[in-house]
């Protein structure tokens, strides 16, 4: 018997006649043809082929057999015969609108909010090295927030590594800066009692490093995996228990009450970022899978780089600065992304690159040129409502910082300084979406974190350069199409 | 030693050892492993040969234990290549850059069938299986000035040049609109992931075999045009036939644009017809398949029709006796709850069924759910049609064994098959090997295996289908006939004709491309041949 054979060795059952195509008339009508076009007008509008006609018009029923009953020939030759049919040509795409993605404004004040829960348990220990430890950390989860293989599908299998390496980052940068502390501090009175100090310092500040590292690390991982309400409730709860033991607790039992305190944010906080659940779709703007501040990054470098120069920013100007970096840090997200949507949706119009090119320019130099007049804006309105009423806090350094405090000299330097750190940030947010562009960030900041470190005249010089050398690198990027991906 | 030399070392091992070096390429690396699986039995059947498997799948290396295998069998995964290598010589990015512009020029033509474009097509995937060959070209894809070039080609081929406004008509209609870069840079995305077989190594073996016409296919043609390694390609189905109907059935990917689809799916026919070109010999998992390969270019004359595709019949179950019938008029129903398994028109088929028959049961059990929703509506379809007391269901346990199957195929008196997206489901061989009546619809190359082995119906046709049923329940003699016909017919599936088939194939696509060689290079001037036919024949161990 030959595996050939098919059909008329079946048995004599009675055959259920034709096949259920959902077609009239009688053999050889010869409005078959035209019944099949209409029938499957939307797949020959859409078909990549003959062939792809012919598979539609086997699963639909229609074999050979039946079609030759039409006198149609095979399936083939059927689906070639529609497939050259005149069609209404390709459908116009109506494209979504772009929204704004908000809940990414939220993202701001919760990093204040952890940084605060962390630097609250640290005071709550009492030790030097503490203090030390939580910015060491903090330093460490910034670069690994902006690190791309973190923030970019965090699954189960790539968090308890990232937390692992925040843990050993954090203890390293920890001690390190215990045993400079330690070194400048220098409170030892003989030579063996100083390396004593400095070893146990370095225990210490790598311990609570480590600790700090962990918790901030998975605070990190919290926020990219959109889990909000598990982040505001865990850091929200360690900030208020522990400013709350820091005033009350007995003198002698705050320091073991603040530990406890630090072991539970540690356990709680990994413990939440550790647990399976759903993840943020990567097509969800609010809970899109960056989740952090910039992604795509094969390096946390430039993230490092920006945390240096924002380091440097807060010893020269204070820590409003950096307050007014973290805080502002949800909406120039969101603007990133909604610049590079207006980018995504211009490239899906059939444009020529030159023209492309032109019509980007819009959405990538318009924004920043409008976050700083607004900022500018902003902050010289408030400055003039704050001095004309005379509102009580207006003195506090950052309000001044912010040039809210009218009386203090330099006050619209500090305004115009003040909008063009966010017009950096910006840039260098949209700017580290392409991964050409962030060997050149990670130059960019590190030089702008020199030129703050230096004592030159005035501090928003640096910024104003670094402001003018990203516009140049964003309109050399849009000339890259790999930047509209 | 360098690259070229190693390559070459290896070249002259492999040619002048006598016991035949075959290159396996496969998507699927676990299917490999089971214990009925077609490799299981080429390895055994086969022990004079060394078989060296190609997994195109980095993911799936895993499920793959390489313990359990003799030692005739190795294995071989993709590694990853460096990918920083943005700065590619000029001229090997202008090289690819050109191959580049072939093949988009030639997806975005007019007429997607013409076959003055498939040598080119063929050429410049032949290019770039030449600028691969161990080095990334995800880098040069990824780059601004290959999207740009993608983008020139494409709306270069969709303007009608100056003479062909002189000609006749287009013969089809355009159906690719103008393209934007987004659509120029997912295009070379996707180019990143299809042309990936490009990028390794091939390894010199005297012959390769490809399963599936897509990615092993392209792997494949990597071997014969970089080592000269004549292959054999054989296909359970067609794969191009399930990509443009996933297309429909899954309403999958809802962000690829109309234009990006129709580029990918006119890649995919291209490099079929490529592959068909250039197979040594193919082998055609049904009669459908053949007459798909045929379209698609193939040589009739090349093709072997081997009904059944990858199945092969156990030869345990085959060598027990069958087990009596039981008493209950017992239907029962086996595979992957899915669109394609067509549950709804068994249900109410067998809805017909009980009324005449109110004894009869229906055992469903599901191998695999594709999906919740599937599940969710056959349940649903169970209780509207108040089939609750005369159906059962039950979902296997994945790790199910073969003896678990025997037993649920030996419950019954009828096995029924109401539609599947494989060529050839599993269910029908194993209930043909253990003896039981089938009722069938007319699908894939069900009708082959059956044959006079079942009852067959129109896909749909629910009244056919319970008439069958009927008939089958109600005519005890009937079914032994057909039980005994199917196990007659399942012996045509065994590991034995299967092992021979293909050891008669591979004994003679190497002859065939060996004596190919040695005359073109006697036409070359150089008549020192490195093969020699007897080089190459199954079974002298040396």
Known sequence: MSLGQRRNDTLDAPLPGPPPAPLSGPPTSPGVPRQLARQLRLERRQAADPEELAARLEESGH?????????????????????????????????????LPWRRLWRGPMLVLIGLAALSSARGLGVPEAEAAVCAAAAVAWGLLTWG?????????QRWPRLRLGAVLGALAGALTALGLAASLGAASTPHSETVELWRSAGLGALLGGLYGLTLTAAGLLLALGRWRVAALVFGSALLIGEGLRRSAPDGWSAALAVAVLLGLVVTAVGAAGRPGAEPSPTDPDGDRSGAVWTGASRPGDGWASGLALAVL??????????????????????????????????????APARLLRAARWPVLGVPAALLVAVAAGSAAAQLGWTSLGWPGSGWTGFEWFGLGGAAPGALGRACGGALLSVALLQSTWLARHPRQRPRLTRLWLLCAGLLAAPLASWWLPLLLLVLTLTLLSDDALSDLTTYR | MTPVLAAAARRWVVQTASRPYLAIYTEALAELSGEDSWFRALVGGLPESRFQIEGLDPAAAGRLGTAQWPSTVSFSVPLPLPAADRRAAGARRERFETALADLVTVLAAPDPVSEASGSTFEAALAALSNLGNGRPLSPLLQSDSAARRVLDAWRGALQPAADALLDAPRPYPSRLSEPGVTEALALCG????????????????????????????????????????????SEPQIALREHYLKEDRLKSNRAETANIRIMRLRFERRLAHTVYRRASALIAGSERVRRWQVQLGASPAQ??????????????????????????????????????????????????????????????????????DDLARCQALIVSLRLGSCVAFEVLPSDHSAADRAEIYRSAQVVVLSGSTEEVPAALLDAMT???????????????????????????????????????????????????????RAALFSADAWV???????????????????????????????FSPGDFEFGDEP
Not at chain 1, 149 to 157: E, S, V
Not at chain 1, 325 to 351: N, T
Not at chain 2, 436 to 442: G, I, K, S, T, W
Request: charged share 20%; net charge positive.
């Open chain 1, 149 to 157: 293989p973190l923030t970019w599908g965090p699954g189960a299998g």
């Open chain 2, 500 to 530: 021979q088939l293909h050891r008669q194939l591979y004994a003679r696509v190497l002859t065939e491309e060996t004596l190919k060689n040695e005359a073109v290079r006697a036409d070359a001037g150089n008549p020192v041949g490195e």
């Open chain 2, 303 to 372: 093709i072997t029709l081997r009904s059944g595709g990858l199945r092969l019949s156990r030869p345990d179950w085959l060598s027990q006796p069958v087990f009596p019938e039981p008493t209950g008029a017992v239907v029962v129903w086996c595979g992957e709850v899915g669109p394609g398994a067509n549950l709804e028109t068994l249900l109410r088929a067998f809805d017909l069924v009980r009324r005449r028959r109110p004894e009869a049961r229906l055992r469903l059990c599901a191998q695999a759910v594709g999906h919740a």
């Open chain 1, 314 to 351: 807060t010893w020269r100007v204070g820590a409003a600065a950096l307050l007014w970096a973290l805080l502002s840090l949800g909406l120039l997200e969101a603007l990133a992304w909604w610049m590079q949507a207006h980018l995504r949706r211009l490239a899906g119009q059939p444009h």
């Open chain 2, 190 to 233: 996707w180019l990143c992931r299809a042309l990936r077989p490009l990028e390794a190594q091939p390894p010199a073996a005297n012959l390769a075999h490809a399963v599936g016409g897509g990615a092993p296919g392209l792997a494949a043609l990597h071997g014969w045009w970089r080592n000269a390694t004549p292959f054999v390609l």
């Open chain 2, 434 to 488: 253990l003896g039981r009546a089938v009722a069938a619809v007319r699908v894939g190359g069900v009708p082959d295996v059956l044959g006079a082995a079942g009852l067959l119906s129109a896909p749909n046709d629910l009244l056919a289908l319970a008439r069958h049923l009927l008939r089958l329940l109600g005519d005890a003699a009937l079914r032994r006939q057909l039980a005994e016909v199917g196990r007659q």
């Open chain 1, 63 to 99: 074999t050979d057999d039946w079609l030759r009953e039409h006198d149609l020939g095979d399936v083939f030759e059927v689906a070639a015969r529609l497939y050259a049919l005149k069609t209404g040509g390709p459908r116009p795409v109506v494209a979504a609108p772009i929204k």
